[in-house]
């Protein structure tokens, strides 16, 4: 590079004496920076310490997003929106060039007198600034929408080209592994022959009768139940993929006892629930929870605390009522499901609208904030109620 600079030390020296800076303060190498003819395609990225630490160890750091979205930075576990942040400080992308300490210590016989020609590949007066965000995965339960499990009678006219493997899943979805995974699993999505699929409702509900009612006819204890034993009584009806999948959904492993399970009451409440209130436009509360007790297996017991972000329980009204509103059908957008939720009710108690307000948290805006900010409180008898910023 030295051949080719433009300027001798000569040069560098004149030009400091027009400036009034004395030589001496030259180190015994000189650099000159030229612009290069064709600026470079980089863009800069600010790390925080856990997304450099992140780098430092191996792992990698993936941007995902299509044209049409704003991009987002996802390591292993978390996703980050990417900011366009101007600065105040031109940056100069510069491949190589030595620093003040480096010179310093330069042997004098070795760089007195040197210039060295320095390319510029870029000026950057701005940069991504990754920020902490939610996973965008309202789309997965679209995605999974288009195929259906409803049985493998109605698989044969079913495309590979609309399903979603998990690999071509993170190429669509704006979220980190973990999250998708978690996603996955909260929507009881199964993975059958390396695609994952959501399993319509009937057919869902027919695998799970098969477990309850294997459980209560063999009268096998709701905390050893032998998944394989379950599972080969309906191989001949359920693909056995499927089958244990669903079993660990509404079970948990009994580490004591390898291959035994015990059943999550929670998980299996909210499934009758459901089954009951899916097709009912509303539901007398007093009139549903015997019937809802009846209808789960001896020994466990329902709690409306299951049903959490699944129905609504208006115990105010004259004749206390029950329905089906499940979270996951909201929109992801703030506003558009704050004017659902209040289409659905007029007045929210806090306790009751936050399981609807907590996926669209951040930890910049927490739900009470969000809340403050989109809704209009107000206070009756110690609780706090919440209704919609226009509402009269």
Known sequence: MMNDCPRTREDVEKTLNEAKIKTSALNPCTQILKFSEEEAAYTCLELNKELLETLESGQCLVIRGDKSENAVLCTINKTFELKDTETSNSLLIIKSIDNHSDLKYLQDNEAEGRVELRIVDKLVHNYLEPRLCRPHLQIVRKLLNKQIFKGQENERNVSTFDLYSFD????????????????????????????????????????????????????IPLDKINMEMCSNAYEEIVPKEIFEQVFKYYTEPRESMPGYYSLNQDKVCRMVAESLLKDSRKF???????VWQESVLPGLETKLSQLTGTVIVDKESSTPAIWYFPERDLPENINARLQRLFQERTSWPLDDILPYMEKLATPQLPVNALLAKYARMSSKDGTKYFTGRHSK
């Not at 699993?185 to 022959?193: Q, V």
């Open 284 to 290: 007398n509360l007093d009139e549903f929870l015997p």
């Open 168 to 219: 071509k899943l993170l190429t669509t979805v704006q979220a980190s592994e973990e999250e998708l995974l978690k996603e996955l699993k909260d929507l009881n999505a199964i993975e059958y022959n390396g695609f994952w699929r959501l399993l319509d409702f009937e057919y869902h509900f027919r695998v799970f009768s098969f477990i309850t009612t294997f459980i209560e006819q063999e009268s």
